[in-house]
């Protein structure tokens, strides 16, 4: 089988960036859309809410990374990318349309979090990702298109704790005098699982139509503040404040193979990603 080729909405978002370092050696045919200048050689520039598929061509699959962050936009529109990702996959003949979502939709549930759980989204981002997977999963069934929502957990370097700028950080301390624990990828093992599950994707592998994204185990922010050289500086944890946010990821590592998350080793793949051109 030749290489996949891949089209990837939203491609200028801190997650593209990543991919393009990572891919370079990849066995993947990426096609990176941009809604406008600047954007490098190659790439393809539409708006997917008002040009539909654009100058694309067929394509494998679609990975979908647009979306509204947090505080940068209505939360809303994550519904309206979505569905104009499924349109364009049905329109290019994509064989499946991955959608990213987030372990906000899950809100302070199990120790461990689960696919299957129930949602209780806790934030306006969360309830939009929320509301989006839903809205995307009924418009998929009506196309009879296979999709599959990636519950991204804390990606380092497109975080809020490594990403931010400064050497000074600021921690919750919750009663029992601990930080708060979160579930982590790196970015070059992000960029290698999406990779297989483009190429799983592509050749039309069962795949579930939802899947949990980071690596085993969860990691203190404390230690990757320390690992990452930083000060910390402890306030105590406001009410509503999540301590422990654990994403099992049995489906995923069924999947492709992960190395549990370490503190230095998410430092060193963030660092490596700061040094490398995209």
Not at 12 to 38: C, E, F, N, T
Not at 223 to 229: E, I, K, N, Q
Not at 252 to 275: C, I, K
Request: charged residues 20%; contains cysteine.
């Amino acid at each position: 089988m030749s290489a996949p080729r891949v089209l990837i909405l939203g491609a200028s978002g801190r997650i593209g960036a990543m991919l393009r370092k990572h891919w370079r050696d990849a066995d993947l045919h990426p096609v990176w859309q941009y809604r406008g200048l600047p954007a490098p050689a190659g790439s393809v520039i539409f708006d997917p809410l008002q040009d539909g598929a654009g100058p694309c061509g067929p394509v494998d699959v679609v990975l979908a990374l647009s979306g509204v962050v947090p505080g940068r936009g209505d939360p809303g529109l994550n519904s309206a990318l979505a569905l104009a990702a499924l349109e364009i996959g049905e329109a290019l003949g994509a064989r499946r349309v991955f959608l990213t979502s987030s372990a906000a939709v899950y809100g302070p549930g199990a120790q461990r979090l689960r696919e299957e759980d129930p949602l209780y989204p806790v934030s306006d981002y969360g309830r939009a990702k929320a509301e989006m997977e839903r809205a995307a999963h009924l418009r998929a069934a009506v196309l009879s298109l296979s999709v599959t929502t990636l519950r991204i957990g804390n990606v380092a370097g497109a975080d809020a704790l490594l990403g931010q700028a400064g050497m000074a950080r600021r921690l919750d301390q919750f009663a029992d005098g601990q930080g708060p624990r979160r579930s982590y990828i790196g970015p070059r093992v992000l960029a290698d699982v999406l990779a297989e599950l483009v190429q799983l994707g592509a050749r039309g592998a069962d795949l579930p139509d939802c899947l949990n994204i980071a690596q085993p185990g969860a990691v203190a922010m404390e230690d990757l503040c320390r690992a990452a050289g930083f000060t910390i500086t402890w306030q105590p944890a406001p009410e509503g404040a999540i301590a422990s946010v654990l994403m099992d990821v049995s489906r995923l590592s069924a999947l492709v193979a992960m190395p549990e998350a370490r503190a230095e080793a998410l430092v060193a793949e963030w660092r490596a990603d700061q040094g490398a051109a995209a």
